[in-house]
């Protein structure tokens, strides 16, 4: 075993220096910039996507009697406009504690409550996640109004400002986070797995393979070859968080602290995108060195990326059930499926504060990683060094 | 039932051993039950053909392939890569970073075999001095020539000080003075204790260099033993020079004799020169000129090699 991880340092640390040391590796640090401009783009339409389908509601304490105006004075103005654009109101009967009730409902989840309002026979109180003059006061004072506009004057409305940020914000902010995540991940790895497949042919036609085939264990080599790239692009993520991060500190008031918390919290967050990301590149990483070894020319590699490629957007598109649903069947099997796993728990990361599952998944795909670079190396022995007695699946079925 | 390979390979004495060992590939036998055993400390030559399997056979001895059956025994050691650590091997497909520097190259192939990067830096530096590349020992491969960048892979397949040194045609692509250094670079190895097997189809290197010979046609071994026991398979040739053209010495000489110019050309008969010599001087021959020549190692590998191809070739047509 020793032998081994030596031999598989070896490999790795000349991988790591070739790859760091090299003009291209510039490139490789600038190259972030193409797929966040994208991701912007696309992110800013999914996010609209998600705001609508996460679209947090205001809570109206009130009787039946005094709701049916406001309902059908929301209601009217959804008509005059268009029910996404108008606030969402939920009925509650009031309790016998109006300030716990508040403050359960605004810790609510489902559905996630942005504010709640108070209403009781002409007096009305707001509270949440509202500012005075903002969309949903000024909704508010609107749909109040033409409720009361029948019997009165509009009624005075009363504002009061919860610095907190209630669960209904938060639910949207932790989706965006997990969308940012994820994307950052795909990016990252599509990029990565490229540039792990040109290495390997590089060195089929360099020749160079049949010097280290015959000092180390293909596993070695594919370990190696792996962990090197992990290390570049890990300083590769080093770069490019701290120049986030400065970016931020310099264009947002309040720096990093004022970008909305994931549930399991910024350490337990990074941290988990770095082991996520990690997964996530040798799972596909070991899954492309495996293909790849198949490859002897450019070409090959070339003609085999556009399958590959599509995979992977595949492979996203599925792991993005996840956001905002971590616990739907399409969310779980997200996170069980291994090439999808990394993406799809980091999402869940994000709006899911339990550790526990994180562990498991953890293993999982350690599981599969080991898994898929065995049989890799196997494959690589078959069919590109050709080594081995040849043997079919059915006698080796018989033999078992 | 295969045939083991013997515990005795675990001693010093025998190196390598190989017993019946076979390759397939995709149904076609590209070596056919090699067994051979290389002596501890010995030059040993693999000759044959092109495409005689002598590549295939290197790469299963030294691990970089399994054979489909049969089995070898490296340094004592059933698995071959157990023993890379004491082997260095030089493939026939040459093949360096390209970007990497002459003494990164040479230390990173030690590494391969278990020398620290520090230790195999100092040596490849020791190394490309004494070989005359020490003011390359800092530039990248793919500013070196051919030969330089071949010399620098030499350099790393020995830099770990082996036991054990595989060389798949080392000669392929070297100018005249290059050969002649590999074959003192192999000499000195050979006097340190080293042992060294390597193919080559040039037999004039092998003949200079080798103790032993294995001379395979075929992917199979038709001959495994001492270049003085292969040139003993042929009989010495005789050239002869006679003033008379025709008399009773004729009956002397074979009669599958050959006229080369002036002279006849024909194997030494069984009972050797003396009787023969008699002959000739009592049928009047009226000798100019008389040599018998011993056989090179290069008529002895065209004889075996010629025989057994032919042979398979045989059997081919017989299925």
């Known amino acids: 075993m020793i032998r081994f991880l030596r031999s598989a340092m070896v490999i ?60 059908a004075a929301r209601s009217n103005l959804a008509q005059a406009t268009s029910d996404d654009a108008v606030v ?31 209403a009781s026979t002409g007096d009305f109180q707001l509270a949440g996640d509202v500012h005075k003059g903002d969309a949903t006061d000024r909704q508010l004072r609107l749909i109040l109004h033409n409720a009361g506009a029948a019997e009165s004057a509009a009624p005075p409305l009363e504002v009061e400002s919860i610095k907190t940020s209630s669960p209904g914000s938060l639910v949207k902010d932790r989706a965006i986070t997990a969308q940012i995540g994820q994307m950052l991940l795909f990016f990252l790895t599509i990029l990565l797995s490229g540039m792990l497949l040109s290495q390997l042919i590089e060195e089929k036609s360099n020749k160079i393979i049949e010097v280290i085939a015959a000092a180390v264990p293909i596993d070695a080599l594919f370990v190696g070859k792996l962990f090197a790239m992990l290390a570049a692009s890990v300083l590769g993520i080093f770069v490019w968080l701290s120049a ?15 970008l909305p918390p994931p549930a399991v919290g910024w350490p337990g967050f990074l941290l988990l995108s770095v082991v996520y990301f990690a997964m996530n ?29 599509f995979g992977q957007v595949l492979i996203f598109g599925f792991a993005s059930t996840v956001i905002g649903a971590p616990d739907s069947a399409e969310g779980i099997a997200a996170a069980v499926f291994p090439l999808s796993s990394p993406m799809a728990m980091l999402a869940r990361a994000a709006e899911q504060p339990d550790w526990w599952p994180h562990l498991v998944a953890i293993a999982w795909q350690g599981l599969w990683v080991a898994l898929i670079l065995r049989t890799g190396a196997h494959m690589f022995r078959k069919t590109v060094l050709k080594s081995g007695p040849r043997t079919r699946w059915w006698k080796r079925r018989s033999v078992a | 039932m295969l045939r083991q390979v013997s515990q005795s390979a675990a001693s010093s004495a025998i190196a390598v051993e190989a017993v019946d060992l076979v390759k397939e590939f995709d149904g076609t036998r ?23 399997g002598k590549t295939t056979a290197l790469r299963m001895l030294i691990g970089i392939i399994d054979p489909s059956s049969g089995s070898r025994r490296v340094l004592g050691r059933d698995r071959p890569l157990e023993a890379a650590t004491e082997v260095g091997y030089l ?13 990164d190259a040479i230390a990173f192939m030690g590494a391969l075999r278990g020398l620290p990067l520090q230790e195999g830096r100092r040596r490849a ?168 020549e011993r056989p090179g190692l290069h008529d002895a590998f065209v004889a075996i090699a010629g025989d057994a191809a032919a042979a398979a070739m045989g059997q081919d047509k017989s299925q």
């Open chain 2, 30 to 52: 590209a070596v056919d039950g090699v067994s051979l055993s290389v002596p501890a400390g010995s030059i040993y030559g693999l000759l044959g053909p092109n495409g005689a």
């Open chain 1, 88 to 118: 969402r109101l939920v009925n509650y009967q009031p309790g016998p504690d109006l300030a716990v009730q508040q403050k359960r409902l605004l810790a609510s989840r489902n559905p996630p409550i942005q504010a709640v309002l108070r």
């Open chain 1, 244 to 258: 986030g991060a400065l970016l931020i500190q310099f264009i947002k008031q309040g720096g990093v602290q004022t």
């Open chain 2, 125 to 292: 530096d020791a190394l490309l001095d004494e070989h005359k590349l020490g003011d390359w020992a800092r530039k990248p491969i793919r500013s070196l020539s051919k030969g330089m960048a071949q010399t620098v892979q030499l350099l790393g397949t020995i830099i770990h000080k082996p036991r054990l040194i595989v060389l798949d045609e080392p000669f392929a692509g070297l100018d005249a003075i290059n050969q002649a250094r590999l074959e003192e670079l192999i000499r000195r190895e050979a006097r340190a204790g080293v042992t060294i097997i390597f193919s080559t189809h040039v037999i004039a290197h092998a003949e200079r260099l080798c103790e032993q010979v294995a001379i395979i046609a075929k992917g199979k071994v038709a001959f495994d033993g001492g270049v003085d026991e292969a040139r003993s398979r042929l009989r010495p040739i005789v050239r002869l020079g006679t003033r008379a053209s025709d008399g009773p010495w004729r009956s002397a000489i074979p009669a599958n004799a050959r006229r080369d110019g002036s002279e006849w050309v024909f194997e030494l008969p069984e009972g050797g020169p003396e009787p023969l010599l008699k002959a000739l001087i009592d049928g009047g021959a009226g000798i100019e000129t008389l040599a018998i």
């Open chain 1, 12 to 71: 790795a640390r000349r991988d790591f220096t070739a790859t760091v040391l090299s003009k291209a590796f510039i490139f490789f640090l600038l190259a972030p910039l193409f797929p966040l401009l994208m991701g912007g783009v696309f992110g800013g339409i999914g996010a609209r996507v998600a705001t609508q389908a996460q679209r947090p509601v205001v809570a109206v304490v009130a009787s039946r009697e005094d709701f049916a105006p406001i309902a």
């Open chain 1, 281 to 309: 590149y040798m799972l596909l990483g070991a899954a492309f060195l495996t293909i790849g070894a198949q490859a002897s020319t450019v070409r090959e590699v070339q003609t085999m990326s556009m399958p590959i490629t």
């Open chain 2, 91 to 103: 493939p026939e497909e040459r093949g360096l970073y390209p970007s990497m520097h002459a003494r």
